[in-house]
């Protein structure tokens, strides 16, 4: 990996895709634009995106996602035995279909911009995942850059679905098995073309403590059959730690947060991340990515009995908001953090992606633009003091 300064700025991912963009890949989707014809577009969109993170002072950047509809569910491009499918294509195999869309409607959830990658027939890689992304990222770029992947337990979860799935895989176990492949081999190809940093996404493992039946089967339908949280934690390990394990020199981390697809802070989870720490701890990774920029992600305290034990990727600012936080507040949330990391020991970047899903963005790219530039500035300011 290239020299890291202190306190480095990241972004976990995503960046909002502009209009031009969602109606490419909509053509590109329904076989009206060929890959070719879709590539240089998002080639055009994923140079702004690197464009506004450089200036805004990012040190380890991302393509901003802009080639996905969403983070993890292009992988159905990429892997064969998938289908696409939309929620309002699930409903019909939902066993309550009207409670369901009830639900959906309280939680602010779009069924139809929100997809999911469904496991229909057995699966097989067709060819590296994020590939195209990290060679077009590592082109256009100096600094260091961050490839984002779905987690193992995220992309099991989130494919099997029971009325589609059980024929070619009877078990959600099953699956996992062949998602672990498709993954480890992935991170080996990423590895060998010098990305510095590869994140996992994780961010239903709050669900299994924290949600119930229908908030967890709308984004992993899965879940709706899940067993006692501690089997499903236990599970999330296993398959992260298989993905990884005997794998050095790059940099791994796992996303955690509480939903990222409404601004209706009351429609997202809530509660600390106590009882997930003990399990992200036996993760094979270097960095815990995890939002703190909002309070629904509870105190900080909770990593008293885990000091300095892994790196972390702090959220100093909400995706999801206008205001943009200042250096200052910025400043006094890392200084909490540091009772319980080491200065080296702790990255800066949101608590989210700022456009998840492709025809939902969180916020606009001036203020995403304008949080990472506060941002950086407070990294400024922290360089000067702990330096």
């Known amino acids: 990996m290239k020299d890291t300064k202190l306190f480095p700025v990241s972004v976990v991912g995503s960046w909002s895709r502009p209009p031009w963009l969602v109606q490419a890949l909509r053509k590109r989707q329904a076989g009206e634009l060929s890959q070719e014809e879709f590539a240089k577009i998002a080639d055009e969109a994923a140079l702004t995106a690197i464009k506004y993170q450089e200036d805004a002072g990012v040190d380890i950047v991302t393509d901003g996602e802009q080639r996905r509809d969403n983070f993890y569910s292009f992988v159905v491009d990429k892997i064969s035995g998938m289908k696409l499918m939309k929620l309002s294509d699930l409903l019909d195999y939902v066993k ?18 929100i997809k999911s990658p469904i496991a229909i027939e057995k699966i097989s890689q ?10 077009f990222l590592l082109e256009h770029t100096t600094r260091q850059t961050k490839v984002p992947l779905p987690g193992p337990y ?17 078990s959600v176990d099953d699956l996992a098995k ?62 992260m730690n298989q993905t990884v394990h005997g794998i050095d020199g790059v940099k791994f981390g796992v996303h955690v947060c509480r939903g990222n697809w409404s ?24 960095q815990l990515v995890l939002e703190f920029a909002t309070p629904r992600a509870g105190e900080m305290e909770v990593f008293k009995e885990y000091k300095n034990e892994k790196e972390i990727g702090l959220g100093v600012v909400n995706p ?10 910025i400043v006094e949330r890392v200084k909490e953090a540091l009772n319980y990391f080491e200065p080296e020991q702790v990255y800066l970047n949101p608590d989210c992606g700022f456009g998840t899903f492709a025809e939902r963005p969180m916020n606009t790219p001036e203020t995403a633009y304008l949080k990472l530039k506060s941002v950086a500035k407070a990294a400024e300011i922290l360089r000067k003091e702990y330096g």
């Open 178 to 239: 062949d998602v672990v492949k498709v993954l480890r081999q992935e991170v080996l190809t990423l590895k060998e073309r010098g990305v510095d940093f590869i994140q996992f996404d994780e961010p239903t493992l709050t669900q299994v403590v924290y949600g119930d039946e229908a908030t967890e089967t709308f984004m992993c339908a899965a879940l709706g059959t899940r067993r006692d949280p501690t089997e499903e934690l236990e599970m999330a390990v296993d398959l």
């Open 263 to 286: 601004r209706k802070e009351e429609v997202l989870l809530k509660g600390n991340y106590g009882p997930i720490l003990p399990y992200l701890m036996e993760m094979e990774v270097d």
């Open 126 to 135: 067709r060819g590296p995942l994020a590939l195209d992304e990290a060679d």
């Open 320 to 329: 999801r908001t206008d205001q943009v936080e200042a250096p200052e507040e």
């Open 96 to 113: 309550d279909r009207a409670s369901f869309e009830e639900v959906l409607r309280a939680l602010d959830v779009p069924a139809f911009a």
């Open 154 to 170: 995220l992309l099991t979860k989130s494919s099997w679905f029971e009325g589609l799935s059980a024929s070619a895989y009877p």
